[in-house]
């Protein structure tokens, strides 16, 4: 079976500060793992992918086998960053998602 | 470019009515999904289908049926709608290993 695991639902940042959302996962096999985010009104959308190991509007994130992690970090956290974040992991044709973090940036 | 298409976007049922709501992609993808998005539970998935011919129940597959019509259709039906079935509904679809997947604008279902 594979879980993905996001713990905090809300997170309230103020703009320019750091942003770090966590992500744990278990999976018995070779995770693939990704972040998507859905912005209001719009449709969920990839923002990351494990695979890649790049920087996407400044975010990033690293997986941790060891920790069988995956968080997503931003070091300055714009107003345009408010949004739902979602974990996922792909495994058996599967693709399942975490609860979610909904990210407010104050001004 | 129309990429996963779900109708309708909207819709009312009362409950103990049928519905079957649509999903379509136009990108060739091989497998798709249903996804029910409710307040603090995320996205579950309900069904999807590996490849055309397939399905296979996800995560909450309870008072739910789908179609793997071909290749681009996969449609997600309710035989007898209930209120816990109120929720906003996504489609998705993805090609092969490692890429991402597309999602679909959502369909709010409300059950009275």
């Known amino acids: 079976a594979q879980r993905v695991t996001q713990p905090e639902k809300l997170l309230s940042v103020f703009k320019g500060a750091p942003v770090e959302l966590k992500c744990n996962y278990s999976?018995?096999?070779?995770?693939?793992l990704f972040w998507y985010v859905q912005y209001s009104r719009q449709r969920l959308q990839l923002l990351l992918r494990h695979i890649s190991r790049e920087s996407i509007k400044g975010f990033t994130a690293d997986l941790n086998k060891g920790e069988t992690s995956f968080h997503l970090k931003k070091p300055f956290a714009q107003e345009e960053d408010s949004a739902m974040y979602y974990c996922?992991?792909?495994?058996?044709?599967?693709?399942?998602f975490g609860k979610g973090n909904q990210v407010v940036v104050i001004p | 470019n129309a990429g996963v298409t779900q109708t309708p976007k909207f819709q009312v049922l009362k409950t103990g009515q049928s519905m079957t709501l649509q999903c379509a992609q136009d990108m060739n993808h091989n497998s798709m999904y249903w996804y029910r998005q409710d307040p603090g539970m995320g996205l579950r998935l309900i069904y999807y289908?590996?490849?055309?011919?397939?399905?296979d129940k996800g995560e909450v597959p309870n008072g739910y049926n789908v179609s793997r019509l071909n290749k681009r259709e996969f449609s997600l039906r309710l035989e007898s709608a209930a209120p816990s079935q109120t929720s906003v509904y996504f489609c998705a679809s993805r090609a092969i290993r490692n890429t991402e997947a597309f999602f679909g604008q959502g369909t709010r279902l409300t059950v009275v």
């Open positions: 996922a992991l792909r495994g058996n044709n599967r693709l399942a």
């Open positions: 289908s590996a490849s055309e011919g397939t399905t």
């Open positions: 999976y018995s096999g070779s995770p693939e």
